[in-house]
């Protein structure tokens, strides 16, 4: 075995920032995709780089966005994200300008090379680590008997792509809220006459996916009569806790393979790109034993500051969540409170205290 070789598994933001970050440290990498890259995409497509740790995406930039409507109820809440560095992109194109990149940095970028549990044992022999960034289910819980961890820890989304006139959110995603479960739709455009429309539900309940995203789309004018058409229905799971290990003898888990999306609006294009980094900073600094406590120190506040939003959303109920923000969203910090918490951290920690003492708890509506 050569001390010097590093094999990645899956080719999405994971495992190309892995692959990147390898090759630049002076290993000899070969990463592995069961598909081509950017193909097996499950995404609303908005990067958000909620701990400013991330470059801007050098491709597939569709628009900055600079609102972000949030629909309550009967209301409609303006949120100024213009300083927040969100955008909406194209993820098949900026992957594969990232797998470009690798490849001129040396990475061997194997397509079409589905791994399964018995390569990968093959490969535990011949490589001195392996990175897994397969997502979910990662292809090591296979081999190791913990695919049940993935889907007891996630939410649970599905997703159209629509075509139509989005011209309605220039500049702008739309975010909704509603009274039947703790989660919310949204309107994603990829431009004028493309958007992503979804739905993701934090504590699945049984709900019908399908049919709960049919009738929003009646809701938001989004049928056929109105010159919408789908074109793709994609469903998918956003696991949103660490696994309590995350190194299998020489694997590492990084990524959704990590457990790692946000538990509070799902996202996880940053979370996998800063894992898959540190995963290579611990294998070049040799110190995989203590992965887990370095990734934490980045972004264990913000993982602990998003539950807590989920669990008073969940305590609150919709109508409480719904007068807040009627009360703070025309705050200019207010889009920092619930898109980059940690950064607030402390002012989130005294809110929520306040909010919790002088509003109490209302009932749920269902
Ligand atoms: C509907 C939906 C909407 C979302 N919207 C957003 C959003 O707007 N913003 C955001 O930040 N996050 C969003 N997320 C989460 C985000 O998509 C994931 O967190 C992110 O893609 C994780 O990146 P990853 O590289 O770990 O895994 P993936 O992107 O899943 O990449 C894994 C790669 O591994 C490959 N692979 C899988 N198994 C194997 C195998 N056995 N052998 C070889 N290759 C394999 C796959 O083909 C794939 O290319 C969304 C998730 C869902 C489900």
Redesign the pocket.
């Known amino acids: 075995m050569s001390m010097n070789k590093i094999c990645i598994?899956?080719?999405?933001?994971?495992?190309l920032s892995s692959a990147i970050k390898a090759a630049e440290s002076g290993f000899d990498v070969k990463l592995?995709?069961?598909?081509e890259?950017g193909?097996?995409?499950?995404?609303?497509?908005?990067?958000?780089d909620t701990l400013n740790l991330l470059e801007k995406p050098e491709a597939g930039i569709r628009f900055k966005v600079k609102e972000m409507l949030v629909r309550c109820s009967d209301e409609t809440y303006k949120l100024d994200v213009s300083p927040i560095r969100l955008w909406m992109i194209d993820r098949r194109e900026w992957q594969r300008h990232l797998a470009d990149k690798a490849r001129s940095l040396g990475v061997e970028i194997l397509e079409n090379?589905?791994?399964?549990p018995d390569i990968l044992k093959k490969m535990k022999d011949e490589y001195l680590w392996i990175i897994d960034?397969?997502?979910?289910i990662?292809?090591t819980s296979r081999l190791y008997n913990f695919q049940w961890f993935y889907t007891k820890n996630c939410g649970v989304?599905f997703?159209y792509l629509i075509e139509g006139d989005f011209t309605f959110l220039h500049e702008k995603i739309l975010a909704g809220l509603e009274p039947r479960y703790t989660g919310y739709y949204w309107i994603?455009p990829k431009g004028t006459y493309q958007a992503n429309v979804?739905i993701?539900i934090l504590k699945y309940e049984g709900q019908v996916l399908r049919h709960e995203l049919d009738r929003i789309l009646e809701k938001e004018g989004l049928t056929r009569d109105y010159g919408y058409t789908i074109k793709q229905a994609?469903g998918?799971?956003?696991p949103n806790v660490i696994p309590h290990k995350v190194v299998y003898d020489n694997i590492i888990l990084?990524?959704?393979?990590c457990g790692?999306?946000s538990p509070f609006h799902?996202?996880?294009?940053?979370?996998?790109c800063i894992s898959g980094k540190v995963a290579v900073e611990a294998v070049l600094e040799e110190r995989v034993d203590t992965y887990k406590q370095e990734l934490l120190k980045i972004i264990g506040d913000k993982l602990s500051l998003e539950q807590e939003l989920v669990n008073f959303w969940e305590a609150a109920g919709f109508e409480l969540v719904n007068r807040l923000l009627k009360r703070f969203s025309k705050y200019k910090k207010f889009p920092y409170l619930i898109m980059n918490p940690a950064k607030y951290s402390q002012q989130l920690i005294t809110l929520l205290k306040i909010l919790k003492n002088t509003e109490g708890k209302s009932k749920r509506v269902h």
């Open positions: 598994i899956g080719g999405g933001p994971a495992g592995y995709e069961m598909g890259i193909d097996n995409v499950r995404c609303a497509e908005g990067f958000i090379y589905p791994v399964t960034g397969s997502g979910v990662p292809v989304t997703q994603f979804g993701g994609i998918g799971l956003c990084i990524g959704d393979a790692l999306t799902g996202g996880g294009i940053d979370l996998a």
